[in-house]
């Protein structure tokens, strides 16, 4: 089954959710302003050189350039963009339904948009993805604090993802019952705590399932790519106390 914006069962750590029951199709885009179109409206020094566009399969040239093409048609063909990604999602529940797994989406892979605001033309209504697709879920990760529309979206989840410089936010999406995902120096196969400057803390790489992690929680992920090698404070060490 060919699919034209998605990418399914394509790292490990989607992979792995298969074996808790779930097909994950992501959509990876091209972070920040690398395709002359701002996809991270809170994009930090630190979070665009740690980036993960830099990890696994996105370390290669083709896979940069068809990012920055899948994102130019989402600014400058949205309507048959959005229906492309609609015809992409309907293989992925056919797919799941084969398998006998539940098919997830997660559409900002390297990015950040609103897709709570994003309206296109289905028939005669005007809807999101998230009303066309009233039972499948969706997932994503972001900076953006206020993205009240999303939060009440019933059928996407949202966690907050900590930088260099956004503590305070970081303790509002607390407060709001968010997770927070966190950047840690920690390799991959080294067994992560079970708190984080004081909270509960999950392993974020043994799966990409956030939805199910519950509540006002910190998700520790393992610094990937070139975030190996950050200096600007976006990868933290396991000390480190939120708003400190």
């Known amino acids: 089954?060919?699919?034209?914006?998605?990418?399914?069962?394509?790292?490990?750590?989607?992979?792995?959710?298969?074996?808790?029951?779930?097909?994950?199709?992501?959509?990876?885009?091209?972070?920040?302003?690398?395709?002359?179109?701002?996809?991270?409206?809170?994009?930090?020094?630190?979070?665009?050189?740690?980036?993960?566009?830099?990890?696994?399969?996105?370390?290669?040239?083709?896979?940069?350039?068809?990012?920055?093409?899948?994102?130019?048609?989402?600014?400058?063909?949205?309507?048959?963009?959005?229906?492309?990604?609609?015809?992409?999602?309907?293989?992925?529940?056919?797919?799941?339904?084969?398998?006998?797994?539940?098919?997830?989406?997660?559409?900002?892979?390297?990015?950040?948009?609103?897709?709570?605001?994003?309206?296109?033309?289905?028939?005669?209504s005007r809807l999101t993805i998230f009303e066309l697709f009233p039972s499948v879920q969706f997932y994503d990760y972001s900076k953006v604090v206020n993205r009240n529309s999303a939060i009440s979206v019933g059928n996407y989840h949202l966690t907050f993802s900590l930088s260099e410089n956004n503590d305070a936010d970081a303790l509002k999406a607390l407060d709001m019952g968010m997770n927070v995902a966190v950047v840690v120096n920690i390799k991959r196969n080294v067994e992560k705590p079970k708190t984080f400057s004081g909270r509960v803390a999950v392993d974020g790489d043994e799966s990409d399932v956030r939805f199910i992690d519950g509540e006002g929680k910190f998700i520790l992920l393992s610094a990937k790519g070139k975030a190996y090698r950050d200096t600007s404070g976006f990868v933290k060490q396991l000390d480190y106390k939120l708003g400190a």
């Open 1 to 124: 089954m060919s699919f034209k914006l998605l990418s399914v069962s394509a790292d490990a750590k989607t992979y792995k959710g298969e074996k808790l029951g779930y097909l994950t199709g992501v959509l990876y885009l091209a972070p920040a302003e690398l395709s002359g179109y701002q996809t991270c409206p809170k994009a930090t020094e630190g979070c665009k050189a740690a980036c993960l566009n830099t990890a696994g399969r996105g370390i290669y040239n083709k896979v940069q350039q068809a990012r920055i093409k899948k994102t130019k048609r989402f600014f400058e063909d949205r309507q048959n963009f959005m229906d492309e990604l609609s015809k992409d999602i309907e293989a992925l529940i056919r797919k799941a339904s084969r398998y006998n797994l539940t098919p997830v989406v997660r559409l900002n892979g390297t990015s950040d948009i609103a897709w709570e605001k994003i309206k296109f033309n289905v028939g005669n």
